[in-house]
C-alpha cells in the first residue's frame, strides 16, 4: 500500500544537521490539504513530512496522546490516509500546529 512516505523526495531536508541527528529522520516540506477524519471533523495542511510523522496546521487545537485519522491530499487525483499520534501541539491564534507521529496499521493506506 501507498503511503505518504512514498513522496518524500531526495535531497536536502529541513534543519541543521544537529536537528535532524537529534529527532532520528530528516523532515521534507511537502504542501498538501488535510482533514482531520477522528476524533472529530477539522481541516488544514501539512508543513512537513518525514519517515516518522508530519507537523501539520489545523483550524482546531488538538492535544498531545490524541489518535487521529488523516487524510491527506497532494492532488486532486492522490490521497492518502493515516493514523497518527500527536506528540505535541501548540495553540495559535487560529487552531494550531502539531507533531505527529505515523502509527503503523494495515488498514493505514
Known amino acids: 500500500m501507498r503511503r505518504i512516505i512514498d513522496l518524500i523526495p531526495p535531497g536536502r531536508s ?7 541527528a537529534r529527532r532520528g529522520t530528516q523532515r521534507f516540506p511537502l504542501r498538501a490539504d488535510v482533514v482531520l ?6 481541516e488544514g495542511f501539512t508543513i512537513n513530512v518525514s519517515e516518522g510523522g508530519l507537523r501539520i496546521a489545523l483550524d482546531h487545537t488538538l492535544y498531545p496522546g490524541e489518535t487521529c ?20 501541539s501548540r495553540e495559535e491564534p ?5 507533531g505527529m507521529r505515523f502509527i503503523p496499521t494495515a488498514t493505514a493506506a
Open 14 to 20: 529541513e534543519g541543521t544537521e544537529t536537528e535532524r
Open 37 to 42: 477524519e477522528q476524533p472529530f471533523e477539522s
Open 69 to 88: 485519522v488523516l487524510r491527506i491530499r497532494t492532488s486532486p487525483l492522490t490521497e492518502f490516509r493515516e493514523i497518527a499520534e500527536v506528540v505535541w
Open 94 to 98: 487560529d487552531g494550531c500546529i502539531a
